[in-house]
């Protein structure tokens, strides 16, 4: 057994407080009876029921999940998609330019995208409004879908794609049949990367959006600057704890999965 | 009664499965095929055999259509393959490393090929269980391929590529991936499912023993070009150049000058010893260079010189390999010369007859050894 270390336990405590300190002071406060932020006056959920009243925020809310899960969706095929061609194209002329391209907007500042959105808007003619803001999203977070597709599909071994040709697939079939399903879980991480990308970005979309729709993250951060209230410090709490239970899920399903394997894995081993 | 061989390679008659015109293959700079002709007959389990690199593999996907021909032609049952893709040809190949699709089950897997061909379901179910009768995979049909043991994976790739009772079936080294015991039995496996289903087999491989026991035909690759092809006991036994004789098996190699005599050669290898003789189908000029192959099973060891034997040599034993069955003396001649002597252990390693730094002398019939131009 190993020994117990002052050393490592107050490099640990010293991580975690700087990780986690802000974030629970902000669920501390949002059970607090006072209106004003920073003083204690005892626990209560008023603002939990405030902000069920409060239609601007619930707007916001509802206007962030359409646009999340729309663009998520489109940047999750067009990156996929990207993702297959610069994998599985072979050489042709400029693949390394490509490359590149697609992921330089990984490392564009997020002003500069939001900036040449805006002006691409404009310059066409496009009414500023939820439409324009999915078209933004789509655009930077399909970067990060590619990415994370791409390097599954390094990893994939071509000769099963080859092997569904040999029986009789059209090249689409064996997109569908057997890469697809195979790469799945890294479709699904990078729609739920572009999908967390865009509920919480607050550049690109101050830039894209119109009068006729605004997201939470603008949503809160205007409201910010009207001073603190806590009916934000409750909606942030919801968000943190929807945030957790997603993450939590996740990895116990992998966990499992992957336990599961090794089990099978072993049985099959020892019937051998 | 006379039985018939099995041989259309040597019937005029015959119309040959596969016939590669011609064949050059380049990627880039490389020529990884260089103008090959070949005909490979029905029913045929022919091997092709050669180091890594050697252009075997791109031969085989050359014939299943996922490499395309740069000058040439293939044809399969007499039809150019050249614009036929992949999935529209009547050949299956079973990958190297098996390509198994991990989320499909082993019956699945099987049925994958006849679902495309959009066969009725009652049919492909009878289809199924015959091939998972003929693998002995019935009690794993619903596992998937990660349940399984490396050796019923093996037998879940078979079963697949040959659901479609292709005309064709490539496999691509199909035993690599397996343990040697397993290896042998599973080659026996083979042949006998090649002989009940009548598919003709076209197999890659590095192993030659594997080679030489499942093949009606080996062909001996080297760097994209075909060197010998024939039956595993005519490249044993009458390998064309010194690269054959070499890769199949152990061989010793003599260097020197033939001399016409009666019905066959003698061969000076040394200053001041007596020539060799062998008699050879092929045929020499006065003086030519050449090299005596000579198989360490076929060269005796004794200790006094046999009175009987064509050729005989004195030499001393540097080394011995004992493998259980057979051992093999590495016996040194006075110029200098290693030559490998395989015997029989017949009697018991205690009462063996020779050891080490013993003299002794190494003898062959004129018919042993194979004569063959520089």
Same mark, same amino acid.
């Given at each position: 057994?190993? /020994?117990?270390?002052?050393?490592?336990?107050?490099?640990?405590?010293?991580?975690?407080?700087?990780?986690?300190?802000?974030?629970?002071?902000?669920?501390?406060?949002?059970?607090?009876?006072? /209106?004003?932020?920073?003083?204690?006056?005892?626990?209560?959920?008023?603002?939990?029921?405030?902000?069920?009243?409060?239609?601007?925020?619930?707007?916001?809310?509802?206007?962030?999940?359409?646009?999340?899960?729309?663009?998520?969706?489109?940047?999750?095929?067009?990156?996929?998609?990207?993702?297959?061609?610069?994998?599985?194209?072979?050489?042709?002329?400029?693949?390394?330019?490509?490359?590149?391209?697609?992921?330089?907007?990984?490392?564009?500042?997020?002003?500069?995208?939001?900036?040449?959105?805006?002006?691409?808007?404009?310059?066409?003619?496009?009414?500023?409004?939820?439409?324009?803001?999915?078209?933004?999203?789509?655009?930077?977070?399909?970067?990060?879908?590619?990415?994370?597709?791409?390097? /599954?599909?390094?990893?994939?071994?071509?000769?099963?794609?080859?092997?569904?040709?040999?029986?009789?697939?059209?090249?689409?079939?064996?997109?569908?049949?057997?890469?697809?399903?195979?790469?799945?879980?890294?479709?699904?991480?990078?729609?739920?990367?572009?999908?967390t990308l865009s509920l919480d970005d607050?550049?690109?979309?101050?830039?894209?959006?119109?009068?006729?729709?605004?997201?939470?993250?603008?949503?809160?951060?205007?409201?910010?600057?009207?001073?603190?209230?806590?009916?934000?410090?409750?909606?942030?709490?919801?968000?943190?704890?929807?945030?957790?239970?997603?993450?939590?899920?996740?990895?116990?399903?992998?966990?499992?999965?992957?336990?599961?394997?090794?089990?099978?894995?072993?049985?099959?081993?020892?019937?051998? | 009664?006379?039985?018939?061989?099995?041989?259309?390679?040597?019937?005029?008659?015959?119309?040959?499965?596969?016939?590669?015109?011609?064949?050059?293959?380049?990627?880039?700079?490389?020529?990884?095929?260089?103008?090959?002709?070949?005909?490979?007959?029905?029913?045929?389990?022919?091997?092709?055999?050669?180091?890594?690199?050697?252009?075997?593999?791109?031969?085989?996907?050359?014939?299943?259509?996922?490499?395309?021909?740069?000058?040439?032609?293939?044809?399969?049952?007499?039809?150019?393959?050249?614009?036929?893709?992949?999935?529209?040809?009547?050949?299956?190949?079973?990958?190297?490393?098996?390509?198994?699709?991990?989320?499909?089950?082993?019956?699945?897997?099987?049925?994958?090929?006849?679902?495309?061909?959009?066969?009725?379901?009652?049919?492909?179910?009878?289809?199924?269980?015959?091939?998972?009768?003929?693998?002995?995979?019935?009690?794993?049909?619903?596992?998937?391929?990660?349940?399984?043991?490396?050796?019923?994976?093996?037998?879940?790739?078979?079963?697949?590529?040959?659901?479609?009772?292709?005309?064709?079936?490539?496999?691509?080294?199909?035993?690599?991936?397996?343990?040697?015991?397993?290896?042998?039995?599973?080659?026996?496996?083979?042949?006998?499912?090649? $002989?009940?289903?009548?598919?003709?087999?076209?197999?890659?491989?590095?192993?030659?023993?594997?080679?030489?026991?499942?093949?009606?035909?080996?062909?001996?690759?080297?760097?994209?070009?075909?060197?010998?092809?024939?039956?595993?006991?005519?490249?044993?036994?009458?390998?064309?150049?010194?690269?054959?004789?070499?890769?199949?098996?152990?061989?010793?190699?003599?260097?020197?000058?033939?001399?016409?005599?009666?019905?066959?050669?003698?061969?000076?290898?040394?200053?001041?010893?007596?020539?060799?003789?062998?008699?050879?189908?092929?045929?020499?000029?006065?003086?030519?260079?050449?090299?005596?192959?000579?198989?360490?099973?076929?060269?005796?060891?004794?200790?006094?010189?046999?009175?009987?034997?064509?050729?005989?040599?004195?030499?001393q034993i540097i080394d011995i390999a004992?493998?259980?069955?057979?051992?093999?003396?590495?016996?040194?001649?006075?110029?200098?010369?290693?030559i490998k002597a395989q015997a029989a252990?017949?009697?018991?390693?205690?009462?063996?007859?020779?050891?080490? $730094?013993?003299?002794?002398?190494?003898?062959?019939?004129?018919?042993?050894?194979?004569?063959?131009?520089?």
């Amino acid at each position: 057994m190993r /020994r117990f270390s002052w050393f490592n336990a107050t490099s640990l405590t010293l991580g975690f407080a700087f990780l986690y300190l802000p974030m629970i002071i902000l669920i501390i406060y949002s059970f607090n009876s006072s /209106r004003l932020v920073t003083v204690w006056a005892g626990f209560s959920t008023q603002w939990y029921g405030a902000l069920l009243q409060n239609e601007s925020f619930l707007d916001a809310a509802w206007v962030t999940v359409q646009v999340a899960v729309a663009s998520s969706t489109i940047a999750t095929v067009l990156g996929t998609m990207g993702a297959y061609v610069l994998v599985r194209g072979g050489r042709f002329m400029g693949r390394t330019v490509f490359s590149g391209m697609i992921y330089a907007p990984l490392v564009m500042p997020e002003v500069i995208t939001g900036l040449s959105l805006l002006l691409l808007f404009i310059g066409i003619g496009l009414d500023r409004g939820i439409f324009t803001i999915v078209l933004a999203h789509t655009t930077f977070s399909m970067c990060f879908v590619s990415v994370v597709v791409s390097s /599954r599909l390094v990893s994939f071994d071509k000769s099963l794609e080859e092997a569904a040709l040999d029986l009789g697939c059209t090249p689409f079939d064996a997109f569908r049949l057997v890469t697809l399903p195979i790469i799945a879980p890294a479709v699904i991480s990078g729609w739920l990367l572009a999908f967390t990308l865009s509920l919480d970005d607050l550049v690109i979309a101050s830039f894209t959006a119109g009068p006729s729709a605004t997201t939470l993250p603008i949503r809160i951060f205007s409201a910010v600057r009207l001073g603190v209230s806590p009916e934000i410090n409750a909606l942030s709490t919801i968000m943190i704890a929807i945030v957790t239970i997603g993450v939590i899920t996740a990895s116990i399903i992998t966990k499992r999965n992957s336990l599961a394997q090794q089990r099978d894995e072993q049985a099959a081993a020892r019937t051998a | 009664m006379a039985q018939t061989v099995f041989a259309p390679w040597d019937d005029p008659q015959a119309k040959p499965l596969i016939q590669f015109r011609n064949v050059t293959k380049r990627f880039g700079e490389f020529t990884a095929i260089e103008n090959l002709t070949q005909d490979i007959y029905e029913r045929e389990f022919f091997s092709l055999l050669g180091p890594s690199g050697c252009g075997k593999t791109t031969l085989m996907r050359m014939l299943a259509g996922f490499e395309n021909v740069t000058e040439g032609q293939i044809l399969i049952a007499g039809q150019d393959m050249a614009n036929v893709p992949p999935n529209k040809r009547a050949v299956n190949m079973m990958f190297q490393s098996y390509a198994l699709f991990p989320h499909l089950s082993v019956w699945e897997n099987i049925a994958f090929g006849l679902k495309r061909e959009g066969k009725p379901k009652a049919e492909i179910d009878a289809r199924v269980d015959e091939m998972l009768r003929l693998t002995r995979l019935v009690k794993f049909a619903k596992r998937k391929p990660h349940q399984i043991s490396g050796g019923q994976r093996q037998r879940v790739a078979l079963a697949r590529s040959l659901a479609k009772a292709p005309k064709l079936l490539l496999l691509d080294e199909p035993l690599g991936a397996l343990d040697k015991k397993l290896r042998q039995d599973t080659q026996f496996e083979l042949m006998d499912i090649q $002989e009940k289903t009548g598919t003709t087999f076209v197999i890659v491989t590095h192993d030659q023993e594997e080679a030489m026991t499942v093949s009606s035909r080996v062909a001996v690759m080297d760097e994209g070009r075909i060197i010998q092809v024939a039956t595993p006991a005519q490249i044993y036994e009458a390998p064309n150049c010194v690269y054959v004789a070499d890769f199949i098996g152990e061989v010793n190699i003599i260097d020197g000058v033939a001399t016409s005599d009666g019905d066959g050669y003698r061969i000076a290898w040394a200053e001041g010893q007596e020539p060799f003789f062998a008699k050879t189908p092929n045929s020499f000029s006065e003086g030519q260079r050449c090299h005596i192959a000579i198989r360490p099973e076929k060269v005796a060891i004794s200790a006094e010189r046999p009175d009987d034997m064509a050729n005989a040599v004195e030499g001393q034993i540097i080394d011995i390999a004992y493998l259980g069955n057979i051992s093999t003396y590495h016996v040194k001649l006075t110029n200098g010369q290693m030559i490998k002597a395989q015997a029989a252990n017949t009697r018991r390693l205690s009462r063996r007859s020779f050891t080490w $730094e013993d003299r002794v002398w190494l003898s062959w019939t004129d018919t042993a050894a194979v004569v063959l131009e520089s």
